[in-house]
């Protein structure tokens, strides 16, 4: 075991966090054995590193022991140790770190080491990164990531460069693991403090991310907040046109991947946000009650078997869009959202893009799911409205003819 | 068929767990041991069997982590952090013997950790998240120090306040995506504070309720898979708000026992994967919310047997 141990710290020490890209483990070899001349059992490509599983209990059980008993020395009092020993501390708490990263006391006395100046900060930010490639939603790692940040800020040259590996470092993990709440959570303290320009940058980028994604609700999530502080932000000018195209963003995703959670909420989102950003009032008016039964009616109408190509579709979901929303909405000083309206073009307009990809064999449920999605959307925007008894009493009516759907839709 | 709630197994299952401390795995999971003994101590008392795990030697334990803070750490020899301090003073409140810790020592370290803008620090290194308020506003509860000297209760409820999204749900910092965990700890804050007014019942209640899939299981956030814990994190603010009955009862019953290991004891966090011992209390405490038969009543603000939160006194 020691010598398993000692093989691997020589491995970093010749080759710290910094100069390593990634970290795993890989599958078990025959021989532990150590060899003086190399690194194994240890496997070490191109900055690859890779710990044999049947190497990982053995290095943990060494590491923890010499990790603890000096630890324990140090809290009594760390003048006690000797530079030899505060550089064992460093060497095995890394070693359990990579190993384990929910073990916090072995991240806090690398911040009390940091503090001695005993370790540089920029080389225990590599260390996180590494340690973050295998370990993405380790909770205790980012903690010690969002101490460390502020620290290496205060003497950075080149802010934007240090926020911006950030920024990469939480992708990195967004890919890793999806729906990752650690990783975003990290993003969004980052990006929420920054200067306009950086929030506008981390906006496209997470928008990119979006349209390749479009199952990660933490994305959309995130996207909504970065666009309510752009919004919010007096030095940004326009804020009418970009919450428009958000709009017309959202149901382009909706109508392009039926069936999909998130660009509803996203879009439910911009609703619910917009009277806090100063934009819009949220308007029932006679016309939606015209409007009411589209979604039902388009639910149970038979497929007349024309074909739109989705370009087809997208162009005249935008053209309807301009022409209806917008447009009167200006005149009278705001946005004026018709909520069924939007919910019965998305429908209307996703039908004809599911049609057009006949023969799919979950086009039923998707079908299926993009309806039921969009009956409760229209009654959850209604949630807190007055005067709209009657129209919420005719959906409930739709959900229940429909039948099979959650019993909050009708209880509400 | 849905097998019935194995109640001797998943006692067994527990009482074992500290038998397999040879194991790689059991090791490896020792900086969060106490938070193990609360989940394991809670499951058999809510399963009506206290007599199961022997108190003396669990309140050693518990008091063998403590710092001369009166901080507890997450094992022997780790730092004191407010998460594990929680779990210990909920379990000696479970095992009545709070005699055995000075509360206004503890007060005063939970005090500590509160910043300016009413949120709180898990530690003294400054990470703030709204799990931590729970555990400082529960933690000051169960020992009776939710007043001043102690914490601002008016900044701790406005900071909770502010985690607020505009889907009704919180998250772990203002602005951060809602999510069921931390749901669970801000409207369990604010429920043990009384600021349930603050709370956007309709709002946060259906997007609840809409965690429920087709399976009857729950998950914590849109797009994700539904998992046995999450029928406690979310059931529990349904509880607190009255909305219990937006969700299908039966098929969460149903989708909560069929996570059992109906052999070698214990919940999973789904159908078909190995049981741990946080789904179980977490499974259990879900069936105990549901009104599933023979089991203690369990408080969805504390995830506490009722009878202990009445014998503190408590509202
Ligand atoms: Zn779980």
Redesign the pocket.
């Known amino acids: 075991m020691a010598e398993l141990y000692s093989t691997f710290s020589r491995l970093l020490k010749a080759n710290p966090a910094s100069t390593l890209i990634d970290f795993g483990f890989v599958p078990p070899v025959a021989s532990l054995e150590s060899q003086e001349s190399s690194y194994h059992p240890f496997l070490l490509i191109e900055g690859n590193l890779g710990v044999p599983a049947n190497a990982i209990p053995p290095l943990c059980r060494f590491s923890h022991s010499v990790f603890f008993k000096l630890a324990n020395q140090f809290s009594a009092d760390h003048k006690c140790l000797a530079d030899s020993d505060l550089d064992e501390l460093d060497a095995s708490s890394t070693c359990l770190l990579l190993m384990n990263p929910e073990i916090y006391t072995a991240w806090n006395i690398r911040k009390k080491l940091l503090a001695l100046q005993r370790l540089n900060a920029t080389e225990e930010m590599a260390l996180i990164d590494l340690v973050l490639s295998k370990h993405p939603k380790r909770p205790a790692a980012w903690s010690h990531r969002a101490w460390l940040l502020p620290r290496l800020r205060e003497t950075s040259t080149n802010i934007d460069k240090l926020l911006t590996h950030e920024l990469k470092i939480c992708d990195q993990a967004a890919q890793r693991h999806r729906m990752n709440y650690h990783a975003w959570t990290h993003r969004w303290k980052v990006v929420r403090t920054a200067p306009l320009d950086f929030r506008l940058s981390a906006f496209k980028s997470t928008r990119k991310y979006i349209s390749s994604h479009i199952s990660e609700h933490s994305a959309f999530a995130h996207a909504l907040a970065v666009l309510e502080s752009i919004l919010k932000d007096p030095d940004f000018t326009t804020p009418l046109e970009l919450f428009q195209e958000q709009v017309l963003e959202s149901m382009k995703l909706i109508v392009s991947y039926p069936g999909h959670k998130s660009p509803w909420c996203y879009l439910q989102g911009l609703f619910l946000i917009s009277g806090r950003c100063g934009l819009s009032t949220v308007v029932v008016d006679a016309r939606v009650r015209e409007e009411l039964g589209i979604v039902h009616s388009v639910a149970i109408e038979t497929v007349d078997g024309s074909q739109f190509s989705e370009v087809d579709v997208m162009d005249w979901l935008e053209a309807l869009i301009q022409k209806h929303t917008f447009d009167v909405s200006q005149k009278e000083g705001g946005i004026l959202v018709p909520l069924f309206q939007f919910a019965s073009w998305i429908i209307q307009a996703s039908k004809r893009v599911i049609e057009s990809r006949k023969g799919v064999a979950e086009s039923g449920t998707i079908w299926h799911n993009q309806i039921e999605i969009a009956l409760d959307f229209q009654l959850y925007l209604l949630l807190g409205v007055d005067g709209v008894d009657d129209i919420k009493m005719d959906l409930k009516q739709n959900v229940k003819d429909a039948g099979g759907w959650p019993s909050f839709l009708l209880a509400v | 068929m849905t097998p019935k709630l194995a109640v001797a197994k998943h006692v067994t299952y527990v009482q074992e767990l500290d038998n397999k401390k040879d194991s790689f795995e059991y090791w490896a999971g020792e900086h969060l041991r106490l938070n193990g003994v609360y989940w394991g101590l809670t499951s058999v008392h809510l399963l009506k069997h206290p007599e199961a795990l022997d108190s003396a030697q669990i309140i050693e334990y518990v008091m063998s982590c403590q710092h001369t803070n009166g901080a507890f750490g997450g094992h022997i020899g780790h730092d004191p952090h407010l998460l594990y301090t929680l779990s210990a003073v909920q379990i000696l409140a479970t095992l009545d013997a709070l005699d055995r810790i000075d509360a206004d020592q503890i007060a005063t370290y939970v005090k500590s950790l509160q910043q300016p803008d009413g949120s709180f620090s898990g530690d003294e290194y400054n990470e703030i998240d709204t799990r931590f308020s729970y555990c400082a506003v529960n933690c000051l509860s169960l020992l009776n120090r939710l007043r001043q000297p102690y914490i601002d209760v008016d900044r701790a409820v406005e900071f909770i306040h502010s985690c607020k999204n505009f889907d009704g749900g919180y998250g772990s910092v203002p602005g951060a995506e809602s999510h069921s965990g931390q749901i669970f700890c801000c409207v369990g804050a604010l429920a043990i504070l009384g600021r349930l007014e603050l709370i956007e019942t309709d709002r946060l209640g259906w997007w609840l309720a809409e965690r429920q899939l087709k399976n009857g299981g729950l998950n914590g956030r849109p797009e994700k898979l539904e998992?046995?814990?999450?029928s406690w994190w979310v059931l529990s603010c349904l509880s607190i708000m009255d909305r219990i009955h937006w969700i299908n009862r039966d098929s969460l019953v149903d989708f909560i026992l069929n996570a059992q290991d109906t052999e070698g004891g214990g919940i999973a966090?789904r159908p078909g994967d190995v049981s741990d011992v946080?789904?179980t209390l977490f499974g259990v405490a879900g069936l105990s919310l549901l009104g599933y038969p023979d089991l203690e009543p369990v408080d969805p603000r504390y995830c506490m047997p009722c009878s202990v939160i009445k014998r503190l006194g408590i509202q």
């Open positions: 998992d046995v814990c999450y966090d946080f789904h």
